[in-house]
């Protein structure tokens, strides 16, 4: 199937109906702050500027009831022990520095970090035979320190595929650490949103998705993550398997002081799969993507930034 001949309902796979939980509730912060903290952060340098992150952190430890209670829920399963307070602070401060850590990774300062890649060859692999992929990562980590990628290879291309109100905080913020950056984003939810990543990977570009949220009541499917029952969205393995690409899991994980490891790992190949199987091939996809987040959340637990109930019931979603 061309991107020009799919249905309406194929271009909205990636788009939700309704708004999810994770989405009604806003992020704290503003861009005056954003602006002011990348300011400061340029000029004193990483580790001066790093010492309000531990105030910041302690606020939300102390002030934010809803999302302390879904971290204990995620580290309890993660370690396999009931959380201490040091593993629920460290789980914030972590957050707190990927999020910091955007002001040097945007303005391109990775002589500040020791940044080391598993399953490079993947993509070089993917890179060498013209074609791109869809990078499906997670809630996890820091994805702006896979730009170090096109750094160690020039001419790898990396879009990002986006919910559409997210593309416009991420513009926003973007906008506020170094106005010279001009993301490629697609925005989902629109209905030329897969021609747009079918363009992109025919021209031998990365798309990078996050696929462990819902937006609403959309077809989910079971699985397994950290021995209790998850709904993971459909749409964007589907997608996939609509634009017959390869299909490879990726995640910047944040290891303390100044260390990044950035893994990919191949997770599904649709370049030829057989229509009639397309249904079965998806699943399985989605069960190998959730079997290795699972890998990472364990190896790696304070690297988890999903601070809502990630594990509720979709009661109203259609299983698929």
Known sequence: MTPKSMSPKAAHLLDGRSKADWIRHRERGSMLLLRIMAFVSL?????LSRIPLYGIAVYFFLFAPAARRQSRRYLRLALGREPRARDRFRQILSFATTIHDRVYLINERFDLFNITLDG??????????GRGALLMGAHMGSFEVMH???RRRRGISVAMAMYEENARKINAVLAAINPRVVPDIVSLGRIDAMLNIAQRLDRGAFVGVLADRTLGHEPVHPVTLLGERAYLPTGPMRAAAILRCPVF???GLYRGRNEYHVVFEQVADFSNAPAGTRNAAVH???ERYAAVLDRYCRSDPYNWFNFHDFWQAHEGSPRA
Do not use: K, N, T
Not at 122 to 129: E, G, L, P, T, Y
């Open 249 to 251: 899991f990726m995640c």
């Open 148 to 150: 170090c990628l096109g």
């Open 120 to 129: 490079e060859h993947w993509v070089r692999a993917q890179a060498d035979s």
């Open 284 to 286: 399985a996809a989605i």
């Open 43 to 47: 000029r004193l340098g990483r580790h």
